[in-house]
């Protein structure tokens, strides 16, 4: 991750340590908190199948 926070440097972009601070525009290094759980689908209709019907033509 470090060479793309350079790269960033080096294509013209300000180094942010802080983006709580007075200046948030910048390439720097953002902490998160990411839970453990595994992730759900995209939806309860993702497999449904109303996903899979035929659809209308559209314009010709």
């Known amino acids: 991750m470090a060479a ?3 790269a960033a440097q080096e294509a013209g972009h300000p180094f942010t340590a802080d983006f709580n601070g007075p ?3 910048g ?3 953002l902490h998160l908190t ?3 759980e595994p992730r759900h689908r995209s ?5 449904s199948p109303l ?3 035929a ?4 314009p010709s």
């Open 27 to 29: 390439v720097g290094y």
């Open 34 to 36: 990411v839970p453990a």
């Open 55 to 58: 659809r209308a033509p559209g």
């Open 51 to 53: 996903s899979r019907r």
């Open 4 to 6: 793309c926070v350079e």
């Open 43 to 47: 939806g309860p209709w993702s497999g």
């Open 23 to 25: 200046e948030q525009d």
